[in-house]
């Protein structure tokens, strides 16, 4: 057995140049587990099989199998949530516990004696916390185990596999649980050369193009589309034509090349016009070749079809500029909120240089609503007060929010963020005037 130990540390640590680090988070508590694994694997190579005694090369063994499953846990978190910090009393659990195991392991403090050390409170301890960590770094990937990359579909069930072996050899025969994490440990340094397929930005970025209601294509210099959004396909449907990537998007929409920004287009579907608003983006605006985005926005449509997709800026009520609650149903939120005693998020965005404020704004909302996303409010829908302005009603009533500057480069805007809570004696009326008279007041936002 000394010789499998020593071939099975040998490969793991010949997959050490074989993790990528495309994201560290990720890369290095991977990097910390297969170094733990190969040590592992040496100590018991060192020990023997048949070694059942405590002693310094146990509690070493031991150590290192915490470390391993500490960094599995670690790894699994990150690949699954994404950059995950764990506060100080986290980090403080396997040092607390490591040190305790360490030196139970070791018979000049007599925590344990010379029988077989496998039956001691220590090593019961040890097994108690590894399985832990173990367990819920598996159950943390099994939540991805339906994902639709297939590499994290494979990646799920290797590992699920793998622990599974892990806990057969440990309960029949122990010697052999050090191979079984190296299977675990080798998965775990695959994952790390897909991780852009763990990540669920892109998923997100997704959803969020295809709940906006505004109809996007991307397109090369000739007219023929690269890419689009559900919307897009929908309308492209309507016409007639599949989305598919090389399709002519002069012929199927009757838009002529070159596309113009800011242009006013009425598109004929199906017996009825549907007209939009265009803006156009350059993909890579230093590149003169460079893919085209296209973005109509609905204005008014005469089109009726059980397969259009519902566009919000089509909607009585809505801003068709920037898809959200347009300035009518932001005063009656305001009012709603007043009566019911709830705080109000104001959000002024202002132009560090000249900007065209539909375009900033559309921007900007799509920013807010994904942040609200993040924290769990995706329902709550954002109202534009007037040219420059959002505001969202807060469901906490007890959140505090701080006051704050803050610049958002790529865009070339500053956000100003203020809270606002009507006062006791203060009427709806005058809260509303208070909330949409502060700052800027310019109030040309549509709906």
Known sequence: ???????????????????????????????????????????????????????????????????????FYVAARRLVHGRWNPPVWVWLVPVTVG?????????????????????????????????ALLGAGVLTLSTRQHDSSRHVRRAVVAIQGGAVLVL???????????LAVAVVALVMVWSTNYVKAWSR???????????????????????????????????LR????????????????????PFVDESSVTLRIQGGELRTAVSVHAVDPLSLDSDRVLMFRPVRSSVESSSFPT???????????????????????????????KQVLRVDVV??????????????ARRMEARSEEFGYSNMPWARLDTWTLILVLVDPTYEGVPSRVPIDDVGVELVVSYLRPAAAESPEAFVQRVSAQHYDRDSAQG
């Open 351 to 364: 132009p560090r240089t000249a900007r065209r404020a539909d375009e900033a704004m559309f921007l900007m």
């Open 1 to 71: 057995m000394t010789g499998v130990y020593v071939v099975t540390a040998v490969l793991v640590l010949l997959s050490v140049p074989l993790i990528r680090h495309h994201r560290s988070a990720v890369s290095v508590p991977v990097t910390i587990m297969v170094l733990s694994v190969a040590g592992w694997n040496l100590a018991r190579a060192v020990r023997g099989p048949e070694d059942t005694e405590p002693s310094l090369i146990v509690a070493v063994n031991v150590l290192l199998c915490q470390i391993c499953a500490a960094s």
């Open 201 to 235: 930005s892109a998923s997100r970025a997704d959803r969020l193009l295809d709940s906006i209601g505004v109809f996007i294509f991307v397109v090369d210099r000739q007219g023929m589309l690269q890419d689009w959004n559900g919307p897009a396909a929908s309308l």
């Open 311 to 341: 566009v919000s800026g089509a909607l009585k009520g809505h801003d068709p500029a920037t898809q959200t609650l347009g300035r009518k149903a932001a005063l009656e939120q305001l009012r709603t909120a007043a009566v019911e005693g």
């Open 238 to 257: 309507l016409t007639g034509h599949t989305a598919a990537h090389g399709l002519d998007l002069n012929d199927a929409l009757g838009m002529p090349v």
């Open 99 to 131: 040190a305790a195991t360490f030196l139970g392991m070791l018979p000049r403090f007599g925590i344990t004696d010379t029988d077989p050390y496998y039956g001691s409170p220590v090593f019961v301890a040890h097994l108690a916390y590894t399985f």
């Open 168 to 178: 057969t050899f440990q309960a029949l025969l122990p010697e052999l649980t050090s």
